[in-house]
Structures are given as C-alpha cells and as structure tokens.
C-alpha cells in the first residue's frame, strides 16, 4: 500500500525518511505523512508551519524531526517522544 502526497507516491510500510522542505513551502503537513507508520526521520525545515498537528504522535518510530526555518507562533508537541529535534 502506497499513500500520495504532493503528487508522489510513498510506500506506507518502508518509507522511513521523508524530506518536504523549502522548496514547497507549505503551511499545514499533509495529513497521509502521519500514515507513514515506519517514518524515522522527517525534515520539514524552510517552510511556513505554523501549528504541528496532534496526528504528529501516530509516528512512534520517530527518531529525528527538523523544523527549523518555519513560522510557529505557539509550539507544543509533548506527545511526541524523539531522539534528535530541530527547531
């Protein structure tokens, strides 16, 4: 099974890296990333987030996140347990 996301298609079970950086420049994550069960690593640096959303805990293989370079006004995600943040 295969989720789309911005026009490209990620395998649901062996995706475990995904990058959406600044050359798309999104406000909101797409939501079918948190259906990404195996993801470990996530870099979403250089865009214009403002909010993570509570989904973000569905990822519990989660061992590094890069949000730098985005536009949160009130960041809170104490329900999401990682390794390596970047903020």
């Not at 079970?13 to 950086?21: A, G, R, S, Y």
């Amino acid at each position: 099974m295969s989720v789309e996301i911005l026009g490209k298609e990620y395998p649901v079970e062996t995706t475990t890296n995904f990058v959406l950086n600044n050359r798309y420049m999104i406000n909101e994550i797409p939501s079918n990333v948190f259906q990404l069960v195996n993801l470990e690593n996530l870099n979403l640096s250089f865009n214009i987030l403002t909010t993570i959303p509570t989904e973000i805990k569905n990822l519990t293989k989660m061992k590094k996140i890069n949000l730098s370079t985005n536009k949160f006004k009130n960041f809170q995600v104490n329900y999401l347990k990682c390794q390596t943040w970047k903020i």
